[in-house]
């Protein structure tokens, strides 16, 4: 099967899975409680649509893509801030810290990127082409640095008894693998330009599927009440590192006040 082809499936494939998702979240009421994500699956729908609608090499596609492609990079930024608040739901002060941590970390990878950019730019690059090589570069930043911060946030957890909803354990490695795999994309598109683009494309199409039915597989009522702790200790163990991070909470809430 050619590649335009694949890449045309797995659209719709990631289409399907968006939909069913969607319509899972809403009929067992955890859109109450994933609302960014939520949000995000709702308009997913019309932009995945519009990939299969209109000519992708058509003008009218490239600036409808570039138009919207930022309200994708602010729904990542939201859903993993929604992850941060329900990983850490029960220590405001560590999730706050967390959530400037995102922040910063986001813009630092930002800058870093387009920086790594400038020197391959040239007055003679058609617009066009210099418009893409930003793309990719806030695009492999955000991803990226999301997904550093997921992969942080998770072993830093699981160094403590935290107890988390399946879903949310779920919810963070379906998003971190997804995060990795976009930024690993956009950097070989960076770096190889068009020769690899049909083929990234289509490993990307790929996984975005697979994760899309992934959530709506593993996404449940019941996974809200299976509880799932990381490390594995004695109760006294785990009692005296849950007593040291709700001190290190506190801690961080009086600074906050102070």
């Not at 859109?31 to 003008?59: C, E, M, N, Q, W």
């Not at 020197?119 to 090589?133: D, E």
């Not at 959530?215 to 799932?228: D, I, N, P, R």
């Amino acid at each position: 099967m050619p590649r335009v082809s694949l890449v045309l499936v797995f659209v719709l494939a990631s289409l399907v899975g968006v939909v069913l998702t969607t319509f899972k979240i809403h009929r067992t009421g955890l859109h109450k409680r994933y609302r960014i994500f939520f949000a995000y699956l709702l308009f997913r729908i019309p932009y995945t649509t519009a990939g299969l609608v209109l000519d992708v090499k058509s003008d009218f596609y490239f600036y409808f893509w570039v138009l919207t492609i930022p309200i994708t990079w602010a729904f990542y930024v939201l859903v993993v801030r929604e992850l941060c608040g329900l990983v850490l739901e029960r220590y405001s002060g560590l999730k706050t810290l967390g959530r400037w941590f995102m922040y910063l970390a986001t813009v630092v990878s930002l800058t870093l990127s387009v920086l790594s950019l400038l020197p391959r730019l040239t007055p003679a690059m058609p617009q066009r082409s210099i418009k893409l090589y930003y793309i990719y570069a806030i695009d492999r930043g955000v991803t990226l640095s999301l997904a550093l911060f997921l992969v942080m946030m998770v072993f830093l957890v699981s160094r403590y008894p935290v107890r988390l909803s399946r879903n949310v354990v779920v919810h963070v490695v379906l998003y971190t693998t997804f995060f990795l795999s976009s930024s690993m994309t956009m950097l070989l598109k960076s770096v190889f330009g068009l020769k690899v683009y049909t083929a990234v494309d289509t490993a990307l199409m790929a996984l975005a599927s697979a994760c899309g039915f992934a959530w709506f597989g593993l996404l449940s009522g019941k996974g809200e009440e299976a509880t799932v702790s990381l490390p594995n200790m004695d109760s006294n163990h785990e009692q005296h590192l849950l007593s040291q991070l709700d001190s290190l909470n506190q801690t961080l809430l009086k600074a906050a006040k102070g």
